[in-house]
């Protein structure tokens, strides 16, 4: 019997990424572009560039609370352009095969354990680690269907107001996002940092990539940022740990290429945090899928759906 292959969309608030999955796991074709508030078209574009002739069907993890039933985004903070449109309608009406939509974090939890680092855990927690902060849950082997915003849990009630319409959300203090409001506002204030001869001086387009180069370059400024990054991600980390015990956290995302300072001060504050038990019990590890995570585990809803593994996915 020939392989089946499937159609994954990875779409987030920094990029919209689409893959042409087989039914093991295999990326055979892969597309990465910027985020466009254009979203199906942009949707239409990446599908039409990988071919969707003879899959079996079209994934999509989308940043944001999915509504199941109707196929659409209720509230997405980070990029509010797909908010209440039917995507899946859409999607499907344009193409013609079947189209299955979950979060975004949550598609890459499921992609982690069907096919990553979360095959050996019956138990873990996916972070994706980006412009904003997103999180699923595996439990017994199994992805749960809960929203598992872990970017907005409160950690500090009394700060700025997040765009979810909270304060002091998680990711606004160790995301992307929020690492590169903290350089900019640093760098406004007269602060030194060799960031100032990024993208020809113009500080407002300073990224994330090029705060961690200034760091491995011995910038204090960045270095600080980094750190202070990873030890507010070390206490939402503790509060998962002492919540919910789990066999391992998977980081996924473009932040943790910044590993060996960010993510390893998040490690060092989360065992100051949670129970010692507890927190000897956890792995914290990254994910083994990269970039792929999101859509490959996209893909994979296609595949359980077609097998009948928890089709209502």
Not at 299 to 304: I, S
Request: glycine residues 14%.
């Amino acid at each position: 019997m020939p392989k089946k292959h499937a159609i994954g969309i990875d779409l987030g608030g920094t990029y919209l990424r689409a893959a042409l999955v087989s039914d093991t796991g295999e990326v055979l074709h892969k597309t990465k572009k910027p985020s466009s508030d254009r979203i199906i078209e942009a949707l239409g574009e990446s599908i039409t560039e990988i071919g969707p002739s003879g899959v079996a069907g079209i994934g999509i993890g989308i940043a944001g609370l999915v509504d199941r039933k109707k196929g659409l985004v209720s509230i997405s903070p980070n990029m509010r352009a797909v908010e209440g449109v039917e995507v899946v309608k859409e999607v499907g009406d344009r193409f013609g095969v079947p189209v299955k939509m979950e979060n975004d974090a949550n598609a890459a939890a499921l992609g982690e354990r069907t096919w990553g680092a979360g095959g050996e855990f019956e138990n873990f927690v996916l972070l994706t680690l980006g412009t904003g902060i997103g999180g699923g849950i595996v439990h017994r082997g199994s992805l749960i269907e809960v929203p598992a915003e872990i970017g907005h849990m409160s950690i500090n009630s009394e700060s700025e107001k997040c765009s979810c319409g909270n304060r002091g959300c998680l990711e606004n203090y160790a995301s992307a996002r929020a690492m590169v409001s903290k350089a900019i506002s640093f760098m406004e204030k007269g602060s030194e940092s060799i960031l100032r001869d990024c993208c020809k001086g113009n500080i407002y387009k300073v990224t994330p990539e090029d705060i961690y180069k200034a760091a491995l370059d011995g910038d204090a400024l960045a270095r600080e940022i980094l750190k202070d990054a990873g030890r507010y991600l070390g206490v939402g980390i503790a509060n998962i740990i002492n919540l919910m015990s789990p066999d391992a956290i998977i980081l996924a995302g473009g932040l943790i290429g910044a590993w060996n300072i960010y993510v390893q001060e998040a490690v060092r504050e989360a065992s100051r945090r949670a129970f010692k038990d507890l927190f000897d019990a956890v792995q914290i590890i990254p994910s083994s899928l990269g970039d792929d995570a999101g859509t490959i585990g996209a893909a994979c809803l296609v595949f359980r759906s077609i097998s009948g593994d928890a089709a209502d996915l």
